[in-house]
């Protein structure tokens, strides 16, 4: 399998692009997040990647991060939600606002994505509740994948500041391991957290920690 690309971006289509790897080129599909995130084409460029194989197809998924890859993984093991379905919600939404959405319960903006209707949107948020905070929790860990294609050039994905709470730092990760530590489920905790993010989103771990157990603090 082939986990990751590090080449030349040889040209961008609508859906996809070509990265260079030593004079063999490879259409990596990625979301229009992502396409637009990427630098000029001749410049160097590092996708991560996910290769489905199907009996008569086989197509590369690109991503930014290894978040972003595994935000895909999660969305295609929810029934109706293909690849093209995923980059779909991942474009519309990107890895921060996914994992915002489904700890919130948010639906309606997960059907915000191209083809993906209400009933799939519905369908997502329950069957990933429990399981996002699994991802949540990455909080921007790199991770060697012994998959990838050898390396042409020392590009590596754009790094998250330690500082930030948005998705995948480590603010949120300790927030989060922190409120599960203290007897918290995972779907309440990734709800909590994501609701402080929601209205400061630069919130150090003390701080998000301390507004979470506001908020799943019994009312009354």
């Not at 289509?13 to 259409?27: L, P, T």
């Not at 329950?126 to 905070?133: C, G, S, T």
């Not at 921007?140 to 998959?147: I, L, N, P, Q």
Request: charged content about 20%; hydrophobic content about 45%.
């Amino acid at each position: 399998m082939i986990g990751r690309l590090t080449g030349t971006l040889a040209y961008r289509a609508s859906d996809h692009v070509m990265i260079d790897v030593r004079g063999v080129g490879y259409i990596v599909h990625v979301s229009e997040r992502t396409r637009a995130a990427l630098p000029r084409e001749g410049q160097a460029v590092t996708l991560y990647t996910e290769l489905l194989v199907r009996e008569d197809l086989m197509q590369l998924f690109g991503f930014e991060t290894l978040i972003e890859k595994e935000w895909h993984r999660l969305l295609t093991s929810v029934q109706g939600i293909g690849a093209k379905a995923s980059l779909s919600i991942l474009g519309a939404l990107g890895e921060d606002g996914v994992g915002r959405a489904i700890a919130l319960g948010d639906w309606n903006s997960v059907a915000k994505a191209k083809g993906v209707g209400p009933k799939t949107a519905q369908r997502v948020i329950m069957e990933l509740k429990d399981k996002a905070p699994s991802v949540m929790l990455m909080g921007g860990e790199v991770v060697a994948d012994a998959d990838a294609v050898v390396e042409t050039a020392p590009t590596t994905p754009t790094s998250k500041s330690p500082r930030s709470g948005g998705a995948g730092s480590p603010a949120q990760a300790e927030a989060l391991s922190a409120l599960q530590n203290l007897g918290y489920a995972p779907g309440e905790a990734a709800g909590a957290v994501a609701e402080a993010l929601s209205n400061d989103r630069d919130l150090d771990t003390a701080a998000l920690i301390r507004i979470a157990l506001r908020l799943l603090a019994p009312k009354g």
